[in-house]
């Protein structure tokens, strides 16, 4: 496929565009990258508040304390609620960019999912250090994270998967950012997040939600103690959705390429 | 030796007039897109290490010509046939305000497809032409104009290509730094690179070109010496005679540039 061979072929270009979009992030600031760090810290401090000593919902998720069983989850989702929002907007944001340098179009979402990607995993490696802090030795790396690189490589084929579907659409229909802002800001109530998804509305949850798949899948790895192959069924249909949002996206990027590059 | 062919390229841009209409297409593979016509059956071929002027008024579709070449834009016909690595050069674009004039270097440069390691080998240079001195770790947002050319010019200058794009006012700065610049150029050209030069004037099309091409809307009048294509084009310009007489006039062989 082109598509393959013009990854292959501009790697450098890649990874140049992915530092970029981490430094547009975090560029002149005093912390500079350590804010990959703050800022989930600010909201897990936010989320303490609340529900630990505002509604004080602190009762465990089974043997779980709440707070380790809602940072597990939280993480997949704002990294996931990053790129869906972020990316509507790829077009617009690279404008100049595309005007005047030769750089393959479907190179620019793929490497704003790999920039943010890299903050993500980043992300983990403190939120693996958090649990060991506040769980003590029960929550230290055992064999079941292994899950993570097949929940990785999953997750980074699904939001790239998003970005080139979801910026797509959003260059055909304009009002597509304002639906996706909104969706995901309801999304976050419906998902369980902040709420554990028991006997039927788990299934609803598997079949209309694939973003409850990572939040699971984290768990899994961290608190439940199950491997990724244990629900292949499950596996399989998100792969589909995977395969799907890939193919029909990059079809897109190059179907509008003439259109994008004419009228940017 | 021939580095670039254009063959019966055309290009018109495609506009959508409603939303409805692109969803159509793409869905649908309909064809409701309205094109603006820009290029119309251009052909030329350009030798090796040579310059070759591109002569047109405003609109007549140079910058459109110059962009199909560099692969940002695709062309709706035809095509350029070409394995030369082409960089079209604008000087004041792809930097950043907030960066370092040190650091937009690798920021354009890496827009180019330069990987570091090319970068870190001509960085020395580009600071070295740029002539800013210690200014060049200033913030870029701080550059004056000229300062700005500059910079732009040296990198330009310093990226190794086979074929390089330029549109118009190419020749910046003060009048030592424009003579250095064409002396960097026709150092370049010696070593084998070809230049393809756009612009409005007449007259520096006859002073720096060994070939041009005359185009009027879009449409190539004439390919050949810079000199009677640019007397040519001045007789347009004052008026004698209209694009139509001209035309007629070169397909009857009057004026013997073909």
Known sequence: ?264 | MLVLTVNNLTKSFIKYNSRFDLVSDLLLKTNRAAHKPMLKDVNFKVYKGETFGILGDNSSGKTVLLKVLGNQLLPTEGSVDTDARIFRHSYMTGMQEHKSGYDNIYYKCGLHGLTPLEIDQIVGKIVEFSELGDQIYERYGGYSTSMRSKLGFAIAINIKADIVLLDESYAVGDGSFRTKCNDAFYEQKRAGMTIIYASYSHHSIKNTCDRALWLAEGEVMCVGNPAKIASLYEMYLRKEKTLAEIKYGLEVGYYGIH
């Open chain 1, 1 to 264: 496929m082109e598509y393959i061979k013009t990854i292959k072929n501009n790697t450098h270009l890649i990874i140049f565009l992915a530092k970029e979009t981490l430094a547009k992030v975090y560029e002149g600031m005093i912390l500079g990258i350590g804010w990959s760090i703050l800022k989930p810290l600010i909201y897990i401090f936010i989320f303490w508040m609340f529900f630990l000593v505002g509604i004080r919902r602190s009762n465990p998720i089974g043997e779980h304390e709440y707070l380790l069983f809602l940072f597990a989850g939280v993480m997949p989702w704002f990294y996931l609620t990053d790129v869906i929002t972020n990316t509507t907007r790829i077009v617009f944001t690279n404008a100049s960019i595309i005007r005047n340098f030769n750089i393959p179009l479907v190179l620019f979402p793929i490497s704003e999912v790999l920039g943010k990607f890299i903050v993500h995993i980043l992300t983990m490696l403190f939120v693996g250090l958090f649990f060991m802090i506040r769980g003590g030795r029960e929550y230290f790396p055992d064999i079941y994270y292994i899950n993570f690189i097949y929940y990785f490589i999953t997750l980074f084929f699904f939001s790239t998967g998003c970005a080139y579907f979801i910026s797509a659409i959003s260059f055909i229909i304009k009002d597509t950012r304002l639906f996706i802002s909104a969706t995901m800001q309801g999304l976050f109530w419906l998902t369980p997040v902040v709420w554990v998804a028991q006997n039927n509305i788990n299934l609803i949850e598997q079949i209309f939600n694939p973003l409850y798949y990572f939040l699971e899948g984290y768990r899994e790895t961290m608190l439940y103690e199950t491997f990724f192959f244990e629900h292949n069924l499950y596996n399989i249909y998100i792969w589909l959705i995977i395969i799907f949002l890939n193919y029909f996206g990059i079809r897109m990027w190059y179907r509008l390429e003439a259109t994008i590059l004419d009228n940017i």
